[in-house]
C-alpha cells in the first residue's frame, strides 16, 4: 500500500497517563548522583522558548505544517556525531558472523521516493521537525541522531538512502534542541528525548502508519534502547555505537575536575576546538546523564522485542566493550563489530548499511508469512 503524498494536521498529542508518574526522582545534588542506581528519572517541562531562539528557520512553522519536499539528494550538514572523547584499548568484543546482503553504491546514491517536512508537537507545545520518506511501504522506519547532531548527519542521511532504495518509508527528525526542532539545548535529556520520540511514533500511529523499527546512533542509540524498556509497542530496534556506562567519557570533554568546577560555578560552559563557546552544561543536564541507568533499562525491554546492537571496533568515542554489555543483559540481542569502524562509520557507510537491511528484513518476511498463514 502506498501511503498519502500528505499527512493531515499534527496535533499536541497528552502524555501518557502514566508516563512521568513511574519514573523516580532525580537527586538534589551531584554527589548524590554518583552514588545513584536508581531508575530513570522524572521529566521536567521547560518553559516556553521564545520566539525564533531555537528554532532556526526565517519563519516560524505552524504545527499544522506539511511541506512537500522535491526528491532530490540532501547535503549532510558537518556535524559531530558525539561530542564525547574516550579512548578504549583491549580486546574488542566477538563478532556475529552471518550472510551479508549485497547493495551497490548505486542504490544508496539515487533514490525516487518523495519527501515531505513533517512537524509534530511534542509534549510540551515544541515543534519536532522531521522529514518522510515515503517509499512505498504503510509501516515505518525512525532514524534517531546523536548528541549534537541532525537529523542530516551523514549516518542518519545514508542509513535512510538505503532503505528508502530498498522500498522501506522512514522518517528521520531532530530531537528538541537540536537542528530544526523549537527547544533548548540541553546536555543530558536521555529520558526527554524518549518523550520526543514517543511523540513521534503516537503520531504516525494516528495516521494509521505503523512503525516498525526504530534506528538510533550514539546517544540516539540509548533513547532507541530507552524507548524499548518503556514501552513496548516496537518490535524491532537498533542500537548504533550506544553508550552504555554513561558516567564514562565525562572528563575527557568536560576536564577531570568537572565535578569541583560545577560544585564551585553551578555549570561549565564547553569550548570548541575552535576556541568558540558550544554549549553549556548545568548541574540538572550532568545529573540527568548520571542517573540515567542504562543497566536497569537493558533488563526492562520485552523479550519479544528484537534488538540489534552495531559497534565499531576502532570506535575512539564509545568504547566496544560497551556494546557487549548490552549484548550480556539484552535478552533478544544481536551483536555486530565492524572490525576497522570508528563511530561515525566513516569508511564503512555500506557495511553499516547492510548489517540494518539484513535485520530489519527477516522481520518483514516472517509477518508476511504470519499474514498468508493466516488467511
Known amino acids: 500500500m502506498v501511503a498519502p503524498s500528505s499527512l493531515p494536521a499534527t496535533v499536541a498529542l497528552p502524555p501518557p497517563s502514566n508516563y ?5 526522582a532525580k537527586p538534589q545534588s551531584l554527589s548524590s548522583a554518583l552514588r545513584c542506581s536508581s531508575p530513570p528519572a522524572s521529566l521536567r517541562s521547560r518553559g516556553p522558548v521564545a520566539a525564533g531562539e531555537a528554532f532556526r528557520s526565517e519563519r516560524t512553522l505552524d504545527a499544522t505544517e506539511v511541506d512537500e519536499i522535491p526528491a532530490v539528494a540532501a547535503i549532510p550538514l558537518d556535524v559531530n556525531a558525539d561530542a564525547d572523547k574516550f579512548i578504549f584499548s583491549g580486546e574488542s568484543a566477538g563478532f556475529l558472523k552471518r550472510p551479508i546482503i549485497q547493495i551497490s553504491s548505486s542504490q544508496i546514491e539515487v533514490s525516487s521516493a518523495s519527501q515531505q517536512k513533517v512537524v509534530i508537537r511534542n509534549t510540551h507545545g515544541e515543534n519536532l521537525v522531521g522529514i518522510l520518506h515515503e517509499a512505498g511501504s504503510c509501516e515505518l522506519v525512525v532514524l534517531c541522531h546523536g548528541f549534537r547532531s541532525s537529523k542530516e548527519s551523514k549516518t542518519i542521511m545514508n542509513l535512510a538512502d538505503v532503505l528508502v532504495s530498498e522500498n522501506v518509508s522512514v522518517f528521520r527528525f531532530d530531537f528538541a534542541g537540536n537542528g530544526d526542532s523549537d527547544g ?17 511514533i503516537q503520531y504516525f500511529s494516528r495516521q494509521n502508519r505503523g512503525v516498525h ?18 514501552f513496548h509497542d516496537i518490535s524491532t530496534v537498533v542500537n548504533i555505537s550506544g553508550r552504555f556506562t554513561l558516567e564514562r567519557g565525562i572528563d575527557d570533554r568536560l576536564g577531570k575536575d568537572f565535578m569541583e568546577r560545577m560544585k564551585r560555578d553551578g555549570f561549565i560552559d564547553v569550548i570548541d576546538k575552535m576556541g568558540k563557546f558550544a554549549y553549556r552544561v548545568t548541574e540538572q543536564s550532568l545529573i540527568d546523564r548520571l542517573t540515567t541507568d542504562m543497566r536497569t533499562a537493558c533488563l526492562s525491554i520485552d523479550k519479544n522485542c528484537r534488538v540489534l546492537t552495531v559497534h565499531g571496533s576502532e570506535d575512539d568515542i564509545v568504547p566496544p566493550e560497551d556494546a557487549s554489555k548490552f549484548d550480556k543483559l539484552i535478552m533478544n540481542h544481536k551483536l555486530h563489530i565492524i572490525e576497522g569502524a570508528d563511530h561515525r562509520f566513516i569508511s564503512h557507510q555500506f557495511h553499516l548499511a547492510r548489517i540494518l537491511l539484513e535485520f530489519i528484513r527477516p522481520s518483514q518476511d516472517e509477518d508476511g508469512a504470519a499474514a498468508k498463514e493466516q488467511a
Open 20 to 24: 512521568a508518574s513511574s519514573l523516580s
Open 184 to 200: 533548548s539545548f540541553q546536555y543530558g535529556n536521555y529520558w526527554r528525548e524518549v518523550e520526543d520520540l514517543r511523540a513521534i
Open 213 to 230: 523499527a526504530i534506528v538510533g546512533h550514539s546517544k540516539g542509540g540509548n533513547v532507541v534502547l530507552l524507548y524499548a524498556s518503556k
